[in-house]
């Protein structure tokens, strides 16, 4: 049975005193076969992170459902994992106790546990660093941990969230085509919050394009590049086409002040 | 904070040392000339050399340190639970946390009197005089530390499936570490006082804080300057042994909260 992520009517608003509930997300609905990298991208407080906060059970839905291979997420769910902004690893475990979390609050066996982590350590690039502490990492490297300890509960959606922006440029490139690898190697449904254009074209299988608040899908965007891509693949023409394609709309969203509704520019995708 | 080599810092620590002693040596010989008033810090040493060739340190201190040892791990356990509650629970927090407000400013060594009626002049009263005045702070350091824990980190937490109690015991407790040891030490200073209370009321017939009011009373200026000495090293011992074991088990924070 295939495990596709749907998004059906998503609302999310909430209440404020002295004037109606503020709308963040306003009947968003996409959907994201199994295996299929999607980004979303759109103005910063459009809502983005709130799409995964709702899907990682940490926000409550006003209206609509989400649903993988046809079952409802209601809450915290075993079948998604979150890769948070930077520095939310647990600064007193090291590498291989954070990567072990989720497994140990899911009551995984020891040894069972202990296999799955090594594993991921190395599939992430961080062998010999099992028992480094987060203090003493790199900004990449700890999010080569981020990572793995989402990938260690084996979701059906990775949900990810900016995890690169807080890195240097040649930093974040290298990740980026590292997530390529691991993702390739893995296939998970993967949801990537970025607000950089060049970042979800890199990786991505689609882009969402978000409108302004209340947040809602404008555009959604194939990128047909063949993978594995490659640093390469970033000067193409047909690459700068599609990023400036895309940055076009996000521009003509960020000016279209208030009239909803107003169409976007065309996008040949 | 500095980040100088360890050598350099013990070698102020030394210099500190060093002036300190020049100077009080300098007030007790050129400025009170009365060694009733101020002993100089060589008669200090030679009243401190005698009870300790005597054995009569040993014992004195080997009684108190086990008060302050008793007390302290009673008051440090107290205070980590009550403080795990508080934090964890709003609502206990609302029913206890005036409570322990009153408890921790109210001059609980006034107590010492009705805990010896309460008690007996055994290990018990003076224990729990002890525990009485650490058992606050480390409450206080302990809700703080579980309250400040970060949010993203309880949002990790929680995406993962964790419930409450592993929230408390796999992000709150530890994130509060470095807080609960901190709390220790203000601790720790306040039990040190409650060992001279406890002894000064509580009807001891051996311990550092009877010498030193013994002391007191016959006017030896120097063996009351003794056992002050023996407990304030006791207390800087043990509050750098608490600050040690929050750089090893807290690694991550750079800088000392308190």
């Known amino acids: 049975m295939s495990m596709d992520l749907r998004v059906d009517g998503l609302g999310v608003a909430f209440p404020r005193t002295g004037a109606g509930p503020l709308t963040v997300l306003d009947r968003v609905s996409f959907e994201v076969q199994q295996g299929q990298f999607v980004a979303l991208v759109g103005p910063s407080g459009c809502g983005k992170t709130t799409v995964l906060r709702c899907m990682s059970g940490l926000q409550a839905l006003s209206a609509g459902r989400i649903a993988i291979g046809g079952r409802p997420i209601a809450g915290v769910d075993r079948r998604v994992a979150m890769v948070f902004q930077s520095d939310s690893l647990f600064p007193w475990r090291t590498v ?7 497994l140990e609050v899911r009551r995984y066996a020891a040894a069972r546990a202990a296999a799955i982590v090594q594993d991921l350590v190395e599939l992430v690039g961080l062998a010999g660093f099992e028992r480094a502490y987060p203090h003493q990492l790199s900004g990449g490297m700890r999010q080569r941990v981020n990572l793995a300890r989402a990938l260690a509960v084996d979701p059906e959606v990775l949900l990810m969230d900016e995890p690169f922006s807080s890195l240097d440029m040649l930093t974040r490139e290298s990740m980026q085509l590292e997530l390529q690898r691991i993702w390739l190697q893995r296939k998970k449904t993967v949801l ?12 991505a299988d689609r882009v ?5 608040r209340p947040g809602t899908v404008r555009a959604d965007v194939a990128v047909p590049f063949a993978r594995p891509r490659s640093t390469r693949d970033r000067h193409t023409p047909e690459f700068h086409a599609l990023v400036d394609g895309l940055a076009e709309s996000l521009g003509a969203e960020l000016a279209d002040q208030g009239s909803a509704g107003k169409p976007v520019p065309a996008l040949n995708a | 904070m500095n980040r100088r080599s360890l050598p350099v810092r013990w070698g102020r620590f030394l210099a500190s040392g060093v002036v300190g002693i020049a100077v009080w040596h300098f007030m007790a010989v050129s400025v009170v000339r009365n060694p009733l008033f101020l002993p100089t810090p060589v008669a200090v040493l030679v009243s401190a050399i005698e009870t300790i060739r005597s054995g009569e340190l040993f014992s004195d201190f080997k009684i108190s340190l086990t008060y302050f040892a008793v007390g302290s791990a009673l008051g440090f356990a107290g205070g980590v639970v009550l403080g795990v509650l508080l934090g964890a629970s709003q609502k206990i927090a609302d029913y206890i946390d005036p409570w322990v407000s009153a408890a921790y400013t109210a001059p609980l060594v006034a107590l010492t009197p009705l805990l010896i009626i309460w008690f007996g002049i055994g290990l018990w009263s003076k224990t729990i005089i002890i525990a009485l005045l650490v058992v606050f702070p480390v409450t206080i350091g302990t809700v703080a530390g579980i309250r400040s824990t970060d949010r993203s980190l309880l949002e990790v937490a929680t995406s993962m499936g964790a419930g409450r109690l592993d929230v408390l015991r796999k992000v709150m407790v530890p994130w509060a570490l470095s807080f609960i040891l901190s709390g220790a030490r203000i601790g720790v200073g306040r039990g040190v006082i409650g ?9 001891a017939s051996k311990g550092v804080g009877l010498m030193i009011t013994n002391a007191a009373s016959v006017f030896n200026t120097p063996l009351l300057f003794v ?7 006791m207390g800087v011992a043990v509050t750098g042994g608490l600050r040690y074991l ?13």
Do not use: C, D, K, Y
């Open chain 1, 96 to 102: 291989t106790g954070n990567v072990a979390f989720g």
């Open chain 1, 192 to 203: 990537f919050v970025t607000h950089q254009i060049e970042e979800a074209v890199f990786l």
């Open chain 1, 208 to 212: 969402l394009l978000m409108s302004r």
């Open chain 2, 195 to 203: 060992i001279f209370v406890a002894e000064l009321f509580g009807g």
């Open chain 2, 227 to 233: 056992g002050i000495i023996v407990l304030a090293v």
């Open chain 2, 246 to 258: 929050e750089r090893r088990m807290a690694p991550w924070r750079t800088q000392s909260i308190v």
